[in-house]
């Protein structure tokens, strides 16, 4: 019963090989991600050659790589990999929190992106939610883009720039329009009374200035406000 409890358990393990020039630094990231029961780290490279070596066994499941490598560095490693072995999943582990790094890993095929300043809780949840078969970015990338983002004038140009004071039950109503629910339809929908849906669809015509459903449709368009 032990016995089988155990190649249970094995079966559930995360094979990993991590690929780091610095010997100190991969020692501390594999004590890290081996503080875990159900992580195992199979082998070790300190650069892309390397650890293409060790891909031949067929169970790694996943390459923890640093980005700055001797010979072969980590994006060529992923293009490699995922070339050749595109079930291994690859997770770039770097110094660089530039957004180039980190859409040039996506891009290549990348499953996770993450900073060397990781706390081992995000580590370790970071390799298991990828060996799920989801892409991970790292908390303190995905705020620092998402402050880009929000900064950027090319990004505010695309939100309408709309003054009016729309409610929500407004918007929900201006959806159902453009969806082509009559008032009696969308009174059922909503449980609200067939004059309630007219009194807000007859305050989004005078809000708009538009003259029927059809220009207040498009408005909600051109405006963003229909998905």
Request: hydrophobic share 40%.
């Amino acid at each position: 019963m032990e016995q089988s409890t155990r190649s249970k358990h094995r079966g559930r393990m995360i094979n990993i090989i991590l690929a780091e020039d610095h010997n100190i630094v991969r020692n501390g990231i594999k004590l890290l991600l081996e503080s875990d029961e159900q992580i195992r780290v199979l082998g070790e490279g300190v650069n892309g050659v390397e650890v293409m070596k060790l891909l031949s066994s067929g169970e790694v499941d996943m390459i923890v790589a640093d980005i700055n490598m001797p010979e072969m560095d980590g994006m060529q490693l992923l293009k490699e990999v995922k070339a050749k072995y595109p079930k291994i999943k690859v997770v770039m582990l770097s110094m660089h929190d530039h957004e180039k790094y980190v859409m040039e890993a996506f891009k290549n095929g990348g499953d996770g992106y993450l900073l060397k300043n990781i706390g081992a809780d995000e580590l370790i949840f970071a390799v298991k939610f990828v060996n799920q078969g989801r892409r991970y970015l790292c908390a303190e990338l995905t705020m620092s883009l998402m402050d880009t983002m929000l900064q950027s004038k090319q990004y505010l140009m695309a939100i309408p720039e709309n003054e009016i004071d729309f409610s929500l039950r407004e918007l929900e109503i201006l959806q159902l329009i453009a969806e082509g629910l009559t008032n009696l339809e969308m009174s059922e929908k909503l449980f609200l009374s067939k004059r309630t849906i007219e009194g807000h669809r007859q305050s989004l015509l005078d809000k708009t200035g538009s003259k029927n459903s059809a220009a207040l449709i498009r408005y909600g368009v051109i405006n963003g406000l229909i998905q």
